[in-house]
């Protein structure tokens, strides 16, 4: 049986609305993914391939920044953030066997890449907040160094020099031995709270998600969003920056290892993001 032109024009546009819900939902998928999963860095790599997709990715990344669900989101994919900045011209002494230099900070392939080197001295990349931050979940998409004496790190640090006392939350690879990564805290200077966890993988073979979720009575440390450690004596409360390094030890052998001075050496990151405690 033939059906009316109005019957026909009725199934049309019935299919065009479903067609254009269904490309809307796969759009809002893909973008949501590509923001909530922490991925393999091949993904970035062949995104920046092409020119003119790394700039409507970068443009897309930008607006979904701002319109993303957490306080602070830091995508590197979309080249440096504003929201942090290269340290540069100093060194924090020992047990850091190295400068910091902005040069060390480097965005390509997707990533932010923290590198350690060497010309007449050692150099190293830190990335580090303009704002400070208070109790809530702290995120990273991160692949640390693999090599002895070295240590790639996600933490938050405030301290004298910014006026406050030092109080710290760390989540540390130690180069020599990165199928673990350390956990401490530093409470008004106070440390002494480190803690080894056996990842059941090696970290620098792959990108992984690592986080804490920082209260008033307790600090939580997660790995690809399972809970793998909590403390709850002595905490930090004073607000911190974001932080993010790759450096080299001395005088530190029976903790990283001595170091064998093989440069360079490079940590990759793909993202850093807060989420404010309600």
């Known amino acids: 049986m033939r059906m009316t032109a109005k019957a026909e024009t009725y199934i049309i546009m019935k299919g065009y609305d479903s067609m254009k819900k269904y490309i809307i ?5 893909v973008m949501t993914m590509s923001f909530t999963a922490c991925g393999d860095s091949a993904d970035s790599s062949s995104e920046a391939k092409s020119s003119s997709k790394a ?6 990344t930008a607006q979904a920044e701002e319109d993303s669900p ?15 900045i290269a340290s540069d011209g100093w060194s924090n002494g020992s047990p850091f066997d190295c400068s910091w230099h902005t040069e060390n900070v480097t965005f390509e392939d997707g990533l932010m ?6 010309t007449y001295e050692f150099t190293a990349g830190e990335y580090r907040s303009n704002d400070f931050f208070g109790y809530g979940l702290y995120e990273v998409c991160m692949k640390p160094i693999k090599n002895t004496g070295v240590v790639s790190s996600f933490f938050t ?25 350390q956990f401490n805290y ?9 803690y080894l966890y056996d990842l059941g993988f090696d970290a620098s073979e792959e990108f992984h998600e690592y986080g804490f979720e920082w209260k008033e009575d307790s600090i939580t ?19 911190s920056k974001i932080m993010m390094n ?20 490079t940590a990759e990151y793909k993202w850093a993001r807060f989420t404010e405690a309600k």
């Open 157 to 181: 640090y405030t301290g004298p020099s910014d006026g406050n006392p030092w109080d710290e939350i760390d989540i540390e690879f130690l180069g020599k031995d990165t199928t673990q990564v």
């Open 221 to 239: 440390w997660y790995v690809d969003g399972e809970a793998v450690y909590t403390a709850t004596e002595n905490l930090p409360v004073t607000p």
């Open 113 to 118: 890449k923290l590198t350690i080197d060497k």
């Open 70 to 84: 957490y306080d602070m989101l830091a995508d590197f994919g979309n080249g440096a953030s504003d929201k942090f």
């Open 55 to 60: 700039a409507d990715a970068s443009s897309q």
């Open 25 to 29: 939902g796969l759009f809002c998928l």
């Open 246 to 265: 790759a450096w080299n030890g001395k005088g530190v052998d029976g903790w990283l290892g001595k170091f064998d001075e093989t440069t360079p050496l």
């Open 186 to 194: 530093y409470t008004n200077g106070t440390g002494g709270h480190e």
